[in-house]
């Protein structure tokens, strides 16, 4: 029974620990010189060395972060150049509207006092037809008045955009009444 005890006797390696299916394994040499692969699930040496992988494996890299957070930047950038556009349509859209308002309380000051404010008076005398306080362009500048006007016999109200010199294209580009 000795001999038949050494030939079943199997010596336990903790160097040759692999994982097999993602499961520890122990490999077990036997006297005949090959190896057998068994689960350490029960096994306490299986569940330090499961431990340790784990603990190497839960934390987040620094370059990790730094991948996250350039492709974050990446799709703020490409966000930020899609949107810029449409603010600045949203911009003269209120300028726009805004200058409507300002013709409006134009109109109605000339349908009391059968004239349009001069340009001394310019859109001060408009205060009263307006529901709130003249208002500064999208850009915080203040809207231009002319009267006479050069383009017909109302008043000419405009914005010189964002640059806020007469002229431009695009987002610099004039907002004016008379168009």
């Known amino acids: 029974m000795g001999d038949l005890a050494t030939i079943f006797q199997l010596t336990l390696t903790v160097d040759l620990v692999e994982r097999k299916n993602n499961h520890m394994t122990d490999a077990v040499e036997t006297s005949q010189g090959g190896r057998r692969m068994f689960p350490m699930e029960n096994s306490a040496v299986g569940v330090r060395t499961q431990k340790r992988d784990n ?6 890299t620094l370059i990790e972060m730094l991948v996250v957070i350039t492709i974050i930047a990446l799709f ?6 899609r949107l810029t556009p449409a603010l600045d ?18 109109q109605l000051y000339n349908i009391e006092h059968g004239r349009f404010p001069n340009q001394e008076q310019g859109m001060d005398a408009l205060r009263p037809y307006l529901q709130k306080e003249i208002p ?12 006479p ?3 017909g016999p109302e008043p000419d109200i405009l914005s010189y955009g964002a640059d806020g010199v007469e002229g431009g294209e695009d987002s610099n580009a004039d907002i004016v009444s008379w168009k």
């Open 136 to 147: 500064l362009d999208p850009w915080n500048n203040a809207y231009v008045y002319h009267f």
């Open 76 to 81: 703020s950038a490409v966000a930020y150049q």
């Open 149 to 151: 006007g050069k383009h």
């Open 89 to 106: 349509e949203g911009r003269k859209t209120a300028a726009a509207a805004q200058i409507d308002s300002l013709m409006a309380a134009s």
């Open 55 to 60: 603990q190497l494996q839960s934390g987040i």
